[in-house]
C-alpha cells in the first residue's frame, strides 16, 4: 500500500496509518497495544480496538481487523474458486492470518490447500488474536510451509496445481517480487493448464499504476487474460480494493448456480456480488485502453 | 454522517473528520485554509488539499473534494434517471455544490431541473472553489431555489415531476427532517405515478440501521418498491456509500440500451457499474429480511 510514517498517540489511543502518494491517513481507535514484536521479517503490532475488534499492523501498515476481514478473505477466495471448472489443490502465497485458507476450504471439492508463508510469526499471532480466522488450520486438506512463496515457485513441479493464490502484502519490501513477471512466469509454469492465478492487487483509486504495471507483467509471462475485481475495503486506503486474477481461459464466467448454491455461509460474497466486482469503472477502463 | 468532533492541527496540516460510532477517522493533508464562515444554518469550510484538490467541510463533516465527488454525484443521478422511462422534468433537494445538477443535465431528455438547496452560501462557495461542477448553472432548463425543501414538497402540487434526488447532508441537524415518512409522503404525492425518489443514504457498513430506518419509512409512505445502490467514496465514513431509490414501478429494471449508448462523459458510472450497484452484499440481504 507504498505508506510511510506511522503516528502512534499513545495519549490519544488512535492507531494512524498515513499514505503517502495521496497524503490521506486512516485511524481507528484503540483500546490497547495487546503485542508487539520484531520477526526475522516485519515489525508486527496487534491492538484491541473500540468498535473493530482486533487490529493486526505489520511495519506500520494495516493487514486486518476482526471487523471488516471478511471483505477480502472472501474476494480473494470465492471468485477465483467458483471460476476454475473444478479446483482441488490450492496454493496460498502469503496468507499467514489464515482467513484466506478459511474461505477456500469452505469449498467442499477442495482436496488440498498448501499455505506458504514466509513468517510464521504472523500464523502464530493469528493463532492468538483471530482465532475465528484460523478455525480451518486443523482441516486434514490444509499443509503449512513457513518459507519464501518467490523460491517455492521457482523450485515447485510444472503443471501441478490448479489455483495459486497470492495474499500478500504490498510490493514494497519483502513483498516486492511477488509483482514481478518472473514470480509471475513460474506460477503459470506451477499451474496445470485451466489453472487460475489471483492476487491482491491495491486500491484502484489510488494505485492504478501498480495495477497497470501488475497486468503488464502478467501478459509479460504469457497469462494471456487478466480480469481485476473491486470491492469495499474500509480499513485500506481509499477503502475501495482490488483483486486482479490471471489466466488463460475466460475469466469473466464463472459457475453461478454453484455460487447461487453455494452450500457454506459468507458475509459479503454472494453470486450477484461476483458479477457486480466483475463490472470495470468508466475511468479505469479507460486508463487500461490507454496502455 | 453521525460524526461529531473535528481535530484541525493547524501545525500538521491536516483536515481530520472523526466517525463517532464506529470510532474511526479520515484525514487530508491540507496546503491552506482558502475559506471558512457560519451561514444562516451551517460552518462552511473550504481548504486546498495536497491530493484531492479542493476540500469542502460543513458542520466538521467532509462533504466533497474535487478529487472523487464524482462516485456520489454520479450514482445519485444516472442510475436512477436511466430508471425512468422517459424523465423530463427533476428535483433536487439539498445537492448546493451543483455536482449532481451537472450530471442531471447531461440527460438530453430532460427538460427541467429545479434545485432547492437550503443555503445559498453553499451554491455561491462551489461556483467559486469548485466551478467544475458548476459548469451547467446557466443551462436554460436549470432554475434554483434558495428555500427550505421540506416546506417546498408539503406545498407543491401533486403529480407535478418525475423524478426527486435529496442530495442533503446527513440525517443530524437540518437533514433530519429530510429522512422521516412525512418528507416521503409529500414527495410521493408531488411524484407522477410512475415518478421515481432517491436519497444518499450513508455507509452500509457503519450505518446499516439508519438505511434500514429509511426503508421503512419509504414504505410507510406507501412508496412499494425500494433499492439500494452501493458504490465506492473514500472520503466518506468507511469508503463505500449507498443510495436508496423508491418508487411504485421494477427498480432493478432500468434503460440498459440507452445506459450503454449514452452521449455524455461519466468517470464511474457506466451501464455495467449500474447493474452492480444493484447487487446486494450478503450481510445487507440478512439484515433486512431480519427486519
Given at each position: 500500500?507504498?505508506?510511510?510514517?506511522?503516528?502512534?498517540?499513545?495519549?490519544?489511543?488512535?492507531?494512524?496509518?498515513?499514505?503517502?502518494?495521496?497524503?490521506?491517513?486512516?485511524?481507528?481507535?484503540?483500546?490497547?497495544?495487546?503485542?508487539?514484536?520484531?520477526?526475522?521479517?516485519?515489525?508486527?503490532e496487534i491492538y484491541a480496538t473500540e468498535s473493530f475488534g482486533n487490529?493486526?499492523?505489520?511495519?506500520?501498515?494495516?493487514?486486518?481487523?476482526?471487523?471488516?476481514?471478511?471483505?477480502y478473505h472472501e474476494m480473494i477466495s470465492h471468485p477465483v474458486l467458483f471460476t476454475h471448472r473444478a479446483p482441488k489443490s490450492?496454493?496460498?502465497?502469503?496468507?499467514?492470518?489464515?482467513?484466506?485458507?478459511?474461505?477456500?476450504?469452505?469449498?467442499?471439492?477442495?482436496?488440498?490447500?498448501l499455505q506458504i508463508e514466509i513468517d510464521e510469526r504472523v500464523t502464530?499471532?493469528?493463532?492468538?488474536?483471530?482465532?475465528?480466522?484460523?478455525?480451518?488450520n486443523d482441516d486434514p486438506?490444509?499443509?503449512?510451509?513457513?518459507?519464501?512463496?518467490?523460491a517455492?515457485?521457482?523450485?515447485?513441479?510444472?503443471?501441478?496445481?490448479?489455483?495459486?493464490?497470492?495474499?500478500?502484502?504490498?510490493?514494497i519490501g519483502p513483498a516486492k517480487g511477488l509483482f514481478g513477471a518472473d514470480f509471475y512466469r513460474d506460477c503459470r509454469r506451477c499451474l496445470r493448464e485451466d489453472?487460475?492465478?489471483?492476487?491482491?492487487?491495491?486500491?484502484?483509486?489510488?494505485?492504478?499504476?501498480?495495477?497497470?504495471?501488475m497486468r503488464r507483467a502478467m501478459r509479460e509471462a504469457r497469462f494471456v487474460r487478466q480480469q481485476t475485481l473491486f470491492f469495499p475495503q474500509c480499513v485500506y486506503p481509499s477503502g475501495w480494493w482490488s483483486v486482479t486474477m490471471a489466466g488463460n481461459v475466460p475469466l469473466h464466467a464463472f459457475r453461478r448456480d454453484d455460487a447461487a448454491g453455494k452450500a457454506f455461509a459468507t458475509s459479503y460474497y454472494n453470486h450477484e456480488i461476483?458479477?457486480?466486482?466483475?463490472?470495470?469503472?468508466?475511468?479505469?477502463?479507460q486508463a487500461l485502453a490507454a496502455e
Open positions: 500500500m507504498l505508506r510511510d510514517q506511522v503516528m502512534t498517540d499513545a495519549s490519544r489511543r488512535w492507531f494512524t496509518e498515513h499514505e503517502r502518494f495521496m497524503h490521506s491517513a486512516f485511524a481507528l481507535q484503540t483500546k490497547e497495544k495487546l503485542h508487539e514484536e520484531q520477526s526475522p521479517f516485519q515489525h508486527i487490529l493486526m499492523v505489520i511495519d506500520g501498515c494495516i493487514m486486518l481487523t476482526s471487523k471488516d476481514n471478511f471483505f490450492v496454493w496460498i502465497i502469503g496468507g499467514g492470518d489464515c482467513g484466506t485458507l478459511r474461505e477456500v476450504l469452505k469449498h467442499s471439492g477442495v482436496e488440498q490447500v502464530r499471532l493469528a493463532e492468538r488474536y483471530f482465532p475465528e480466522l484460523c478455525q480451518a486438506r490444509a499443509e503449512m510451509q513457513f518459507i519464501d512463496g518467490i517455492w515457485a521457482a523450485d515447485a513441479p510444472a503443471d501441478s496445481v490448479d489455483i495459486i493464490i497470492v495474499d500478500s502484502t504490498d510490493p489453472g487460475l492465478f489471483i492476487q491482491q492487487s491495491e486500491s484502484p483509486l489510488f494505485h492504478l499504476g501498480i495495477i497497470a504495471n461476483h458479477s457486480a466486482a466483475l463490472a470495470q469503472p468508466e475511468f479505469f477502463k
